[in-house]
């Protein structure tokens, strides 16, 4: 039986006159109670990556999009360093004095210098050879840096290098800089540019904080339902897998910090920072006899209720009785000893 059925269809009104001294009652059925503990946060992905970069410049390029999926090593922008002619020209006067100490170098080798006659004889050739292939790596180093500032890119011992900065985990593209932005690199003194965010919400995760007094009831694998702000009628299971053991107080309230994987619907899209609501089922009652708070009197930490004594509703033959309470969720209670179903409990505000 549902809570709607306990609370409307139980309810008798055997009068609404006071002159004749019969006032309303409800009669007590059987029903369902669960009592919940809400967490209020959003939905992220399980881990949020961060892309910075070493380099000082301009976005030329844009290689990915955002909401797209991308794979590890997937390039997500080029940023073009903020060259200079004075680079340039150092660069290329690098090379310059690269190509005459390979020259040199060969003609030290060849024996056009005295001095390599001596170190030929106290050293051995490996000694000259090794000199001449510094010289050649040399210049093919200042050969490569120099088309790297040319042309972006260049290709060194099998390997591309160029200005791409890839992504670094698989994931979506959660946040992106436009074409055109200047960068900062990240160093000591702070992240510099953010280049991109990545997520994957494949892996979703509700972040939130419950009450104290609800948390203590909490525990690593319960299961949970998390309504999306944006999408109501949404709804997404999950397991909570972590709470916090700090509290938290904002605004003379202490919470504690709830993490719920959760089974995304292939169906709804998601977008990291939903505002969402967890239900997590603290306990439950299923069939059992229910009465409605409202009719509950307390006294002396004791539930009381005025109980139609006999037949008919005569104000002046009903009791008062005593009741065990089991689940209570607010609106309905359990009741375990006190009440039986098909009792008439008399609606309060009606003269007693």
């Known amino acids: 039986m549902t809570r709607g059925t306990a609370l409307g269809a139980a309810l008798l009104l055997a009068a609404c006159s006071s002159g004749d001294g019969r006032v309303a009652v409800h009669v ?15 939905v992220e992905p399980e881990r949020e990556t961060q892309v910075n970069t070493q380099l ?13 999926r991308v794979e590890a090593g997937a390039p997500l922008a080029e940023v073009w360093p903020a060259l200079t002619e004075q680079d340039l020209l150092r ?37 000259l050879d090794r000199m001449q292939r510094a010289a050649e790596r040399g210049r093919r180093s200042a050969e490569e840096t120099l088309r790297l500032l040319r042309e972006g890119k260049v290709e060194i011992d099998g390997r591309m290098i160029d200005f791409v900065v890839r992504a670094p ?44 007094i ?43 910090d709830v993490r719920i994987a959760l ?16 239900e997590l089922e603290l306990a439950r009652a299923s069939g059992v006899v229910v009465v409605p708070e409202r009719l509950l009197r307390w006294a002396d930490g004791r539930a009381t209720v005025t109980v139609v004594a006999g037949d008919g509703a005569e104000v002046g033959r009903s009791v008062e009785r005593a009741v065990e309470l089991g689940v209570a969720d607010g609106l309905l209670a359990e009741v375990r000893a006190g009440l039986s179903e098909g009792e008439r409990v008399v609606e309060p505000g009606d003269g007693r």
Request: proline share 5%; no cysteine; net charge neutral.
């Open 28 to 42: 007590v059925t059987r029903g369902d109670v669960v009592k919940k503990a809400l967490a209020t946060g959003a």
């Open 56 to 68: 000082t410049g301009f976005v030329r390029t844009l290689h990915a999009r955002l909401g797209q």
């Open 91 to 127: 660069a290329e006067r690098s090379l310059q004095s690269a190509l005459e100490g390979e020259e040199a170098a060969q003609e030290f080798v060849q024996g056009e210098h005295a001095l390599a006659y001596v170190t030929r004889l106290l050293q051995g050739e490996k000694s």
């Open 169 to 212: 985990v698989a994931g979506h593209v959660l946040q992106l800089v436009r074409e055109g932005d200047p960068v900062t690199p990240a160093s000591s003194y702070g992240l510099g540019t953010v280049i991109a965010v990545i997520g994957d919400l494949d892996k979703p995760v509700f972040r939130g904080a419950v009450d104290e």
């Open 214 to 256: 609800d948390v203590g009831r909490l525990t690593t694998g319960m299961p949970a339902r998390v309504r999306l702000g944006p999408l109501p009628e949404v709804v997404l299971d999950g397991t909570i897998v972590e709470i916090g053991l700090r509290a938290r107080r904002t605004d003379n309230a202490t919470t504690f």
């Open 263 to 278: 089974r995304p619907d292939p169906a709804v899209p998601l977008r990291a920072g939903y505002s969402a609501v967890a």
